[in-house]
């Protein structure tokens, strides 16, 4: 999955995406709302971490500015611990929200709540087909069997499982799966991809090649 952090605090937000990136995810990180319009208006992200004080302003403003047309989920970061601050966030258009300083795993379980929440599930499980898939764990289970992922595969698998039906160019899978500073090409895509359809084949999940268009995820027997 591919996030923006908003934060102007250059070592808190290095650990953060680190932090991040070792489940796989791609990380962009924007240090002001300046720099945060220009990434919205680059590519679409699947979460915003959104800090309140800011270089140019105050992130709350530019969340309820920005709610009109911006569907993306945001958990804000706030060092404001009163309730009404954040009653105010929330109100404002924020998903979520945690106080700093917080603990890597609480933030990386309110990222997965939220996440979860978006995709009208409960459960950290999605089921594709007759296989259970835990982007949480990376693992992915089918009668009686299963295979745990590596982090790239995971977040791959991810993308096709919260869009199901959906095809993906290559371009977009990229776009997805990795930040603007990743030195990357789409053939890095092909060999992602050829990876995951060996790991999930004998669970009865299959990558489809759409000709011309991209890849889709089939969970039906062909």
Excluded: W
Excluded at 128 to 138: N, V, Y
Aim: hydrophobic fraction near 40%; proline fraction near 4%; glycine fraction near 10%.
């Amino acid at each position: 999955m591919r996030f923006l952090l908003v934060e102007d605090n250059g070592e808190l937000a290095e650990a953060v995406s680190n932090r991040l990136a070792l489940d796989g995810h791609a990380v962009d990180h924007a240090g002001s709302l300046a720099e945060a319009e220009h990434c919205l208006a680059a590519t679409s992200y699947d979460l915003i971490l959104l800090d309140v004080m800011l270089p140019d302003g105050d992130g709350r403003d530019f969340l309820a500015r920005s709610r009109a047309h911006l569907e993306t989920p945001v958990i804000v970061l706030t060092a404001r611990a009163r309730v009404t601050d954040r009653v105010g966030a929330l109100d404002q258009g924020a998903d979520d929200y945690i106080t700093k300083p917080f603990d890597f795993s609480e933030l990386e379980a309110r990222v997965r709540a939220v996440l979860r929440r978006r995709g009208g599930s409960a459960r950290n499980e999605i089921p594709l087909g007759e296989a259970l898939f835990d982007p949480m764990s990376g693992t992915l289970r089918a009668g009686g069997e299963s295979v745990t992922l590596r982090n790239r595969e995971t977040r791959l698998l991810e993308v096709f499982a919260r869009h199901p039906g959906q095809t993906f160019s290559k371009g977009q899978l990229l776009d997805r799966l990795f930040s603007f500073d990743a030195e990357v090409t789409e053939n890095a895509i092909e060999v992602y991809v050829g990876r995951l359809r060996r790991r999930i084949g004998p669970l009865g999940l299959r990558i489809e090649t759409v000709r011309g268009l991209g890849y889709r995820l089939e969970t039906a027997p062909a």
